[in-house]
């Protein structure tokens, strides 16, 4: 303090200037915990309604521009007509706010406003944010279907063997924990991934280790890139969810490729920027053995089958499984649920359903993967 101050005063004589911090000096040392207490006072304290947070900064609430509902509505009419997300700078001029109010001060206004009406979701794009309405995104976008949320159980890694963690790497599961996660771009051309039946069923591919490089880096939120098919050339929308770590949009691709599960698929970065190619690995199409998994829902189980399948790609066959029909194994999905099932009650049930099938009454790691995977994440 520059005034005198008890506190600044050793037994009443004043302290030395030069043992004394600096400003700059306290809060490099005590930077956590006063930042934690400056957050608390403008969330909770007695005055944390004069103050709004507008993308991590903070102003006081009277200097934004008014935003009413009427401008809100201009805003969702504006994006259904595009039918696209829009940014803010690109709906001003036809929302018309106060044109008192600096251009930069109406953009922090509407997007506070945006963010606070549960009608519109923040998208980024080539680092960009965008506006989008929640009920024209896909339904795998705006809600994580049941197959894709991972439900984790506790287990001792230290027993898993060389062989097992080497098959961990392989199958690169986007919840597994054998992957390095990285911020930095990629070093490599391309990658490549192998399709399990949820993702092949919601037309989705994961966000893992090995992906995720070639996609915007974040924790939460939408993020939209552009998907170009490495076949035929044509530019599709992919939605990446980055909180349920997959990106969505490529059911239409993988249907028009006819593409079983097992199929390996590649990314590649394209040239121009927030684009990236996805393809399979083509052969000539042929009629192969697959497992084929049915349900038995009066026992609460799954069969398996084998039965010739037309693969047109390059598959992995220790995960290649089909479905005999989807709504059945939904069914068998939501029982298992309700009555509880474990992890482990799946895995006994499966693992002899599949040596049945080997003439030598045994089964791969992956193909356990696999077909858990069918009825839990």
């Not at 829009?86 to 506070?112: K, R, Y």
């Not at 549960?118 to 024209?136: A, E, H, M, S």
């Not at 771009?185 to 990658?191: D, I």
């Not at 497992?291 to 039965?307: E, G, H, K, P, Y």
Request: glycine fraction near 6%; aromatic fraction near 8%; hydrophobic fraction near 40%.
């Amino acid at each position: 303090m520059q005034t005198e101050h008890r506190l600044n005063q050793t037994n009443g004589a004043a302290m030395d200037g030069d043992a004394l911090l600096s400003a700059e000096e306290i809060y490099d040392l005590y930077r956590q915990e006063i930042d934690d207490a400056l957050l608390y006072a403008l969330e909770e304290g007695e005055r944390h309604e004069d103050f709004v947070e507008v993308d991590g900064k903070w102003l006081l609430a009277d200097m934004l521009t008014e935003v009413h509902v009427g401008h809100l509505n201009i805003a969702e009419a504006l994006i259904e007509m595009q039918g696209r997300p829009l940014s803010t700078e690109e709906m001003l001029d036809d929302v018309e706010l106060d044109e008192n109010a600096p251009p930069a001060m109406q953009t922090i206004s509407l997007n506070h406003a945006l963010s606070q009406d549960p009608r519109f979701d923040p998208v980024t794009q080539n680092g960009r944010r965008l506006w989008y309405l929640k009920r024209l995104e896909p339904g795998v976008v705006a809600n994580t279907p049941p197959l894709l949320r991972y439900r984790p159980v506790n287990y001792n890694r230290s027993l898993l063997s060389v062989e097992l963690l080497q098959v961990e790497w392989e199958v690169d599961d986007e919840w597994g924990e054998s992957g390095l996660t990285s911020d930095a771009p990629s070093l490599t051309p391309g990658v490549s991934l192998t399709l399990i039946y949820p993702h092949r069923k919601y037309g989705t591919l994961p966000l893992s280790a090995r992906t995720r490089v070639f996609f915007p880096q974040q924790n939460a939120g939408l993020s939209l890139v552009t998907l170009v098919d490495g076949r035929w050339g044509a530019k599709f929308p992919g939605w990446v969810v980055h909180k349920g770590r997959y990106i969505a949009g490529l059911g239409k691709w993988m249907d028009d490729h006819k593409l079983p599960v097992g199929a390996y698929i590649t990314l590649e970065q394209a040239d121009e920027q927030g684009e990236i190619i996805v393809d399979y690995r083509t052969r000539r199409a042929k009629r192969e053995w697959a497992r084929i998994a049915s349900a038995d829902l009066d026992n609460m189980r799954l069969t398996f089958t084998m039965n010739k399948l037309q693969v047109a790609c390059e598959y992995d066959d220790t995960l290649i499984v089909s479905a005999g029909d989807a709504e059945p194994l939904d069914e068998l999905r939501i029982a298992l649920e309700r009555a509880g099932g474990t992890l482990d009650a799946i895995v006994e049930q499966i693992v002899p359903e599949l040596t049945k099938l080997n003439p030598q009454g045994m089964v791969h790691a992956k193909s356990v993967y696999s077909a858990v995977n069918m009825v839990r994440r």
